[in-house]
């Protein structure tokens, strides 16, 4: 009953508003007047009478905003007065509105965009179902368990039917198939999988079935299952496709089943086209059988109730066995389970984190920035509030509609941002690691815009809560007496000092984060990768296995194709190499034994980078030859076996003594057991990425050691599609079912190699530059602000004899003094956290005194600069103005 | 302005509570019987009755009609609620608590 009356009440003071208004007035009126009456009755004059009743009544504005507060709805009203009046009062101060949304839009902008990155890589759930079960299975040498390598089919499938934790386990393996018929040969991204794969991602097929248990047995019929991209692509959605064969790698494989396009194991995997049984596989079927390959990743699946832990004390005790039942080939080596998320992103959390907190302290600044307009604003509105206080609004109803500009500024600032974001994200696809382009797209989407809305709630609060406090705590009869200069001039200039010393020692910290990722940068890209990349090509071509099955016919294709390559006009000297340095596909490394050295005790092996290569290959990368001799046409398959080796692998492994004419065992498995002549020494290359320090190397003559195709490298003044288009040429004229993939100048595949250190760099770097942009805004509206403050003590100064000069020096002291203050607490905070990043850096270290420098100058000259504008005003005061000023 | 105290408002809306309690009143009415009750203490700043009435209009105890009225024009007239009455109760049961347990300090004292 009560309940229903109240609503009833407030709905009505809602909606008719002017109405209850105008009753109260008539209420208050008549009380009034009756007090009017009286004093009349008493023998006073209309007048006396008059105002005595008002006396007697009190204060009437203030009574009507009391009853009117009363009134609950009247927040609403409110809301909508203060929406409406803040609007006004934005669009009367166009350059401060600019400035601060632009200002917020930079902040909010700036986080939003990577917040939608770490959204993508970090925060978006796995298409699969219950993804946290899921784990990753390594092999890794005991002694050093982050040197994650992949599992031999034998343990796998050991481990498979012999473990208590997992309820399903399965391998996988990837590498690139020629499919042929049906149009152009092209190349496809196999994934070679066991069959348990589909049940255990809960897989559910487009059309047909996914592979069957009974697929992975040996001796199966050929089956593959295709994706729905390649389906469309490739059949023309052929809806009859399903029981016809494909050919891969010329071995004939039925199609059984259709995967939808959403299907993608590891998740966000950039292509994938055709999934068969390992088995069944042209190439690695026959390694199967091979329990010293580590051939397949493992994925499983926990059961319920078994915790990560439980699952690692099964496979280190698992691994404990095989390590004794197979200790051929597991001597030394254990199982390690990895969670499935952890093993994807993990090694992307901390720099993102990092650009994480650097995002939020531009953010931060953002926020100083606007407090410091709204200060300045709200001491020159001053006199306005102590009016409408005085007129009988609380403070708290004042603070709320300084709040509601404050949201709407913030709210404007947002939308900017969330544009400005959009544009971002788009503008960084460019720049983005290869891992996080695989994990998922980056995109502006639901949660990061809730993210954004986030923000702007919180930046309104963090800027406007300060100053609105300010503004309405000054002492009223002052305010109202003095003007509105006066006002919270104590409290406010504190203030804004403070956040322009937080601003520049905040800006410093970005600066010298962004200043030492921007000179690692400098330092890696000047680095001497062992070769010359300059104006040479590569691209790669694989041969199918069915077609060409002999290392004889491997050579004849390799040799004929780089005797073509030299007659092209255009071309200078060309090479083959299995594989090139900065391979996508990474670097194949081989344990290696030195005859005549005592043989290793167990469990501990010496690697090395393998390349086959044409004779041709370490003059064409001008790669230096420091002792012996290069390859030649002469180290052919009837000739005794070579190998040359690399600067680092004879001075590790032959310590003060000649390795040319030692003797060493290795080689591409399944020969793996070569034993190979050293002949020459060359310099050291960087094989894997720029920013890595070269490893030992070994380099074998193609001729002795053939592969099913290799990787070409060209040096030409030609631009790069012109020599693309004939490489392509060339190949085709050998063979026109061959697909020539992977063209790329190796500048380029230098700058790829190092795309994770770039990205880094790029958006510190970006933030630094913002930041400075945000200090001098900051310290500038402090300075210009405290100098007009000033500008009656600047007159009596110049009155009482101060040059010009003098003033300025004045002004831009004040503003060097926050400076170095503020750079003062950010060289110790630099200090404090730039050790984090410490690990991102190369060869430079986290307190690097150059980059610490180098900012240092840069951000005192800025600041001076910002804060020279308002001291050339300052200087040109005139006294007599000044003086009477105020 | 000198603002009643809460103790002080909170015995105006009881004072209010008590005086419609026995007739329909409009807030001039209200008012002079207060003041002739208590003796000239709210002589001053009788306005401040208005933001008591509204409160308690606004929170249910109190509900109001203009009409014609002793004054020669219509007034809003306060009349109390059903739960109004409730609630005069309660609250005139938690002044008594409060002034006997005053009275017992002040005796002891």
Not at chain 1, 98 to 113: F, H, K, R
Not at chain 1, 554 to 577: C, K, V, Y
Not at chain 1, 741 to 765: C, K, M, V, Y
Not at chain 2, 102 to 109: G, P, R, S, Y
Request: aromatic letters at 6%; charged letters at 20%; a positive charge.
């Amino acid at each position: 009953m009560r309940i229903i009356r109240i609503v009833k009440r407030r709905v009505h003071a809602l909606l008719h508003r002017s109405s209850a208004d105008a009753e109260l007035q008539r209420e208050i009126e008549i009380h009034i007047q009756q007090l009017t009456n009286e004093a009349i009755a008493g023998g006073m004059t209309d007048a006396e009478a008059r105002s005595m009743a008002v006396r007697e009544f009190g204060p009437v504005s203030q009574i009507k905003e009391e009853c009117r507060e009363t009134r609950r709805v009247s927040w609403i009203q409110d809301l909508a007065q203060d929406v409406h009046y803040g609007i006004r009062m934005l669009r009367e101060s166009p350059g401060f509105t600019a400035v601060g949304v632009l200002t917020l839009a930079l902040g909010i902008g700036a986080n939003t965009a990577i917040y939608s990155i770490v959204d993508a890589v970090l925060l978006r759930a796995f298409p699969y179902s219950d993804p946290s079960q899921l784990v990753l299975m390594f092999n890794v040498p005991v002694k050093r368990p982050d040197a994650l390598s992949s599992i031999s089919y034998r343990d796998f499938t050991e481990c498979r039917s012999h473990n208590t934790v997992f309820s399903e386990m399965a391998g996988n393996a990837f590498h690139d198939l020629t499919l042929t018929g049906a149009g152009e040969p092209s190349i496809v991204n196999t994934a070679d999988v066991t069959p348990e794969i589909f049940s255990l991602l809960n897989a559910q097929p487009l059309a047909g079935r996914t592979l069957l248990p009974e697929d992975g047995k040996p001796g199966a019929a050929a089956v593959a299952v295709l994706s729905e991209n390649l389906w469309r692509s490739r059949f023309g959605s052929n809806p009859n496709l399903i029981g016809q064969s494909i050919a891969l790698d010329m071995r004939s494989f039925t199609v059984v089943g259709i995967l939808p396009a959403s299907f993608r194991y590891p998740d966000g995997a950039p292509r994938q086209d055709v999934w068969i049984s390992v088995m069944q596989d042209p190439l690695f079927g026959p390694l199967t059988s091979k329990p010293g390959v580590r051939l397949l990743g493992v994925i499983g699946r926990l059961k319920p109730g078994v915790s990560l832990a439980n699952a690692q004390a099964e496979m280190d005790a698992m691994g404990a066995r095989f390590a004794q039942t197979y200790s051929a080939e597991d001597a030394g080596v254990t199982i390690r389970v990895r969670p499935y998320r952890e093993a994807v992103v993990g090694n992307l959390k901390p720099a993102l984190m990092i650009l994480l907190s650097a995002v939020g302290l531009v953010l931060l600044m953002a926020c100083a920035n606007v407090a410091n307009l709204l200060l300045a604003q709200a001491t020159s509105r001053g006199r306005e509030i102590a009016v409408r206080i005085a007129l009988g609004a609380s403070r708290a109803r004042i603070i709320r509609q300084l709040l509601t500009e404050n949201a709407l500024l913030a709210f404007l600032g947002g939308v900017a941002g969330v544009l400005l974001a959009t544009w971002a994200v788009q503008g960084l696809q460019r720049f983005l690691p290869a891992e996080v382009a695989q994990i998922g797209s980056v995109h502006v989407g639901g949660p990061v815009l809730a993210f954004a809305l986030l923000l702007c709630c919180t930046a309104a609060l963090t800027f406007g809560l300060a100053p609105a406090l300010i503004a309405t705590s000054s002492n009223l009869q002052t305010t109202i007496k003095e003007g509105s200069e006066r006002a919270g001039r104590r409290g406010g200039q504190h203030l804004r000092s403070f956040l322009a010393v937080t601003e520049i020692s905040i800006a410093m910290v970005l600066l010298v984060a962004g200043g030492l990722l921007i000179r690692s940068f400098a330092l890696v890209t000047a680095v001497n990768p062992g070769f010359d990349a300059s104006s040479a090509t590569r691209a790669e071509v694989s041969l199918p296995r069915f077609q060409y099955s002999s290392p004889r016919q491997w050579t004849a294709f390799s040799n004929e194709l780089l005797s073509r390559l030299h007659a092209q006009p255009g071309f200078g000297d060309s090479a083959l190499a299995a594989p090139l340095p900065m391979d996508r596909q990474g670097q194949a490394s081989f344990a290696f034994s030195i005859v005549g050295d005592p043989p290793l005790p167990p469990g501990k092996s010496t690697t090395a980078d393998y390349q086959t290569v044409s004779p041709d290959y370490f003059r064409v990368m001008r790669i230096p030859l420091l002792r012996g001799r290069f390859f030649s046409e002469q180290d052919s398959p009837s000739n005794p076996d070579v190998a040359i080796i690399s600067e680092t692998l004879a001075r590790r492994y032959f310590p003060n003594q000649d390795a040319i004419g030692r003797q060493m065992r290795f080689g591409f498995p399944p020969d793996s057991n070569v034993q190979r002549q050293i002949v020459g020494v060359v310099g050291d290359v960087r094989d894997v990425a720029l920013s890595q320090q070269p490893g030992p190397m070994m380099y074998v003559p193609f001729a002795q050691a053939p592969l099913y195709g290799g990787e070409v490298v060209v040096r030409s003044p030609l631009n790069a599609s012109s020599v693309a288009a004939a490489i392509r040429h060339e190949v085709n004229a050998i063979d026109k079912a061959l697909p020539v993939t992977d063209i790329e100048s190796f500048p380029d595949a230098l700058g790829q190699s190092i795309s994770r250190e770039r990205f880094r760099t790029f958006l510190l770097g970006s933030f630094g530059a913002i930041a400075l942009v945000l200090a001098a805004v900051g310290i500038f509206g402090v300075i210009s602000y405290s100098a007009s403050q000033r500008t009656n003590e600047i007159g009596i100064r110049m009155a009482v004899g101060a040059q010009r000069r003098d003033v300025l020096h004045l002004i831009l002291g004040q503003g060097a003094r926050l400076a170095l203050l503020g750079m003062g607490i950010g060289v110790v905070l630099a200090i404090l956290v730039t050790r984090w990043i410490a690990s991102l850096l190369y060869t430079i270290s986290a307190t690097d005194p150059l980059t610490f420098g180098a900012v240092a100058v840069i951000l005192l000259g800025v600041a001076v600069t910002a804060c020279y504008i308002p001291a050339r005003r300052a200087m040109r005061v005139d006294p007599m103005v000044a003086l009477r000023h105020q | 302005m000198p603002k009643p105290s809460d103790l002080l408002q909170g015995t105006l809306d009881l004072l209010i509570l008590k005086t419609i309690a026995r007739k329909p009143l409009h807030g001039w009415g209200i008012a002079k019987r207060i003041q002739i009750l208590s003796g000239e203490t709210l002589s001053v700043g009788q306005g401040s009755l208005y933001p008591a009435l509204h409160r308690l209009e606004n929170q249910g105890w109190i509900c109001a009609e203009w009409e014609e009225s002793d004054l020669g024009r219509s007034a809003k007239v306060y009349s109390l609620t059903r739960e109004g009455r409730k609630q005069l109760e309660r609250e005139l049961k938690s002044w008594d608590r409060l002034s006997s347990a005053v009275h017992l300090l002040i005796q002891n004292a």
